[in-house]
């Protein structure tokens, strides 16, 4: 059982990026699942999340907008598109899944969570 998270990089104020977050050994479709992420010498916080039911999403108030979460069932993946970045969205990002969504200062986190995935390190920057 795993999440493979990837896509991070380098980018410019403005530009745009892509993370995936494979899953092998689960269904991912089956749980709902989350985007995280880690700023330098923060608290990891709530980015994005998607039911398992009916794909309802929810987005922390710092990325509405700018990031889409979005599944493909038959890939076994799920990917944030983030547009518009800002400095302050450098971070280490995690998926993860999860059960009983919370929103919490702002943001969503899950109750409970099953599975995490390692971290892909997005860097906004001129």
């Keep these: 059982v795993q999440l493979q998270a990837s896509g991070g990089g380098l ?3 403005g530009g745009s990026l892509r993370l995936s977050c494979a899953a092998s050994g ?3 479709g089956y749980y709902a699942i989350g985007w995280f992420r880690q700023g330098p010498g923060k608290e990891r916080d709530g980015v994005a999340c998607m ?3 009916d794909g309802s999403t ?3 108030d710092s990325v509405k ?7 493909d069932n038959a890939k076994n993946t799920v990917y944030l ?3 518009s970045l800002k400095p302050e969205d450098t971070a280490v990002y995690y998926c993860a899944t999860g ?3 919370v929103r919490y200062s702002g943001s969503y986190y899950f109750a409970e969570y099953d599975y995490w995935g390692q971290g892909t390190l997005v860097t906004v920057s001129s």
Excluded: E
Aim: zero cysteines; a positive charge.
């Design 58 to 60: 929810y987005y922390a």
């Design 26 to 28: 689960f269904t991912l």
């Design 81 to 83: 598109q983030m547009n």
């Design 99 to 101: 059960r009983n969504l």
């Design 65 to 71: 907008g700018r990031f889409t979460i979005s599944r």
């Design 11 to 13: 980018v410019q104020p």
């Design 51 to 53: 039911s398992s039911s």
